[in-house]
């Protein structure tokens, strides 16, 4: 069964620093990989999605790579805000449609 | 991309009773599935809606428990059955494509149990 492991579990920097969150999985047979966003209570946001035979994907501010060799993915935040703060989850999909979802890290920016 | 929605957003609910949540997709997505999020965990699978036959459940969730309607391939409902306090959690619906394609969220149903 894929395990899905995120640290760190809690990070709180200053706004404006560039920061790493990191996801690890035991399997590296998946199709993709995605990163999400949780605000407390709130349901998840989709961030990046990538596939199994991509290194990396942008959107603004983030950049996530993979290496699916080594079952590591890490999410790369620059100049971050306070509106970044929240849950930062990583969800593996292995073959078949079923996610399995990391334990997050939850981000605060201070301003 | 697909635009989910659920109802209801946060409920509370007494002991023994019962509970249905709704799934409303704006598209049509071959997945659907339903997730709990217990207070600080992250997310649990419970089953695959399937549409027209019985939806698929994870080990240590059952149809008892959880009955799953997936009529169409835009709507789902997942009901909390007999509830008891530990039923306390987030639901969430998912929707999505089948292998690579990107898996989308509704906001997720907030449920106490009293």
């Known amino acids: 069964k894929q395990e899905v492991t995120q640290i760190p579990a809690a990070l709180s920097v200053p706004e404006g620093e560039n920061l790493v969150l990191n996801c690890s999985f035991t399997?590296?047979?998946?199709?993709?990989l995605q990163w999400f966003r949780q605000d407390p209570g709130k349901g998840l946001t989709s961030l990046l999605l990538?596939?199994?035979?991509?290194r990396e994907q942008t959107s603004g501010r983030l950049n996530a790579s993979l290496d699916k060799s080594s079952g590591r993915s890490t999410l790369y935040i620059a100049a971050s805000q306070p509106g970044d703060s929240a849950t930062y989850l990583c969800?593996?999909?292995?073959?078949?449609?079923?996610?399995?979802f990391g334990t997050g890290t939850s981000l605060t920016v201070i301003p | 991309s697909a635009v989910i929605s659920q109802k209801p957003s946060r409920d509370i609910c007494q002991r023994g009773t019962s509970l249905t949540i709704q799934c409303q997709v704006d598209?049509?997505?071959?997945?659907m599935f339903w997730y709990r999020q217990q207070p600080g965990q992250s997310l649990t699978l419970i089953a695959t809606?399937?549409?027209?036959?019985?939806?698929?459940?994870e080990s240590g969730f059952v149809i008892d428990k959880f009955p799953i309607s997936r009529p169409n391939l835009t709507f789902s409902t997942l009901t909390v059955s007999n509830m008891s306090p530990e039923d306390s959690s987030i639901y969430l619906c998912?929707?999505?494509?089948?292998?690579?394609?990107?898996?989308?969220f509704g906001p997720g149903t907030r449920l106490t149990v009293t």
């Open positions: 809606a399937n549409q027209g036959s019985e939806a698929t459940y």
């Open positions: 990538i596939q199994s035979s991509q």
């Open positions: 399997d590296s047979a998946i199709y993709n």
């Open positions: 969800a593996v999909r292995p073959s078949g449609n079923q996610f399995y």
């Open positions: 998912s929707g999505g494509g089948q292998g690579g394609l990107e898996q989308y």
């Open positions: 598209s049509q997505v071959t997945m």
